[in-house]
Each structure stands twice: as C-alpha cells, then as structure tokens.
C-alpha cells in the first residue's frame, strides 16, 4: 500500500558528509511522523531522528548538532543531512514512516530497504 524507497548511502571519509533521502509512495492518505533509524550488525535497530508532520524533531543524542532531519510533505519525501561523520556513524540506514493509506482508517509503520552508510578513519 505504502512504499518506501531510500537512496543516498555510500562511502566517506571521516569528517565528510552525505545525504539521504527517502521517497514515499503509494495509496498514501497522510503521512505522520517519518524518520531515519539505523542498525550494525549484531546490534538492534536504534533511532536517529524523526520528524512530526509540523515540523517537530527528535535527535539521538550521539548525532545532535551533526545530522539534520527535514522533510517536504508534498513530494512525501524525508531527508537526512550527515554532516561531521564518525566511524562510529557506520551502519545500514533505514528509513521509516508511520502512514495511513488510502481507504483505511488506520495507520501502519512502513520501513525503507535500508541504505548502508560508510565512514571510513
């Protein structure tokens, strides 16, 4: 009903920086909170940043003051600027929106195929 498709992952040195993106798309009535989430191997899938429809924004702490969350409810679209990046930063990003499809009165978490991000010393 709902896709999510990111894209923007690859390869940096530290101290560089990249950008993700993540496109919605589907039988999509309202989208609500949307964030990015990240996951190493062996360990579970842990929060980045999220970002309500108005706005609002949340920060693990480990990224505050160097990744941004911004988002363009028009083209359904989520964003993640990475700025200062960190070895420690290195893992698989996923994507993720809490959305209400067409048709329905409910609302669903939808993940993204996740994108790997590597930051390299």
């Known amino acids: 009903q709902v896709q999510l498709v990111g894209s923007g992952g690859g390869l940096v040195q530290a101290g560089g920086s990249l950008r993700l993106s993540c496109a919605a798309s589907?039988?999509?009535?309202?989208?609500?909170?949307m964030g990015w989430y990240r996951q190493t191997s062996g360990k579970q899938r842990e929060l980045v940043a999220v970002?309500?429809?108005?706005?609002?924004?949340n920060y693990a702490d480990s990224v505050k003051g160097r990744f941004t969350i911004s988002r363009d409810n028009a083209k359904n679209t989520v964003y993640l600027q990475m700025n200062s990046l960190k070895p420690e930063d290195t893992a698989v990003y996923y994507c993720?929106?809490?959305?209400?499809?067409?048709?329905?009165?409910?609302?669903?978490?939808?993940w993204g195929q996740g994108t790997q991000v590597t930051v390299s010393s």
């Open positions: 589907g039988r999509i009535f309202s989208i609500y909170t």
């Open positions: 993720n929106a809490d959305a209400r499809p067409r048709g329905t009165y409910s609302r669903y978490d939808y």
């Open positions: 970002i309500t429809r108005d706005g609002s924004t």
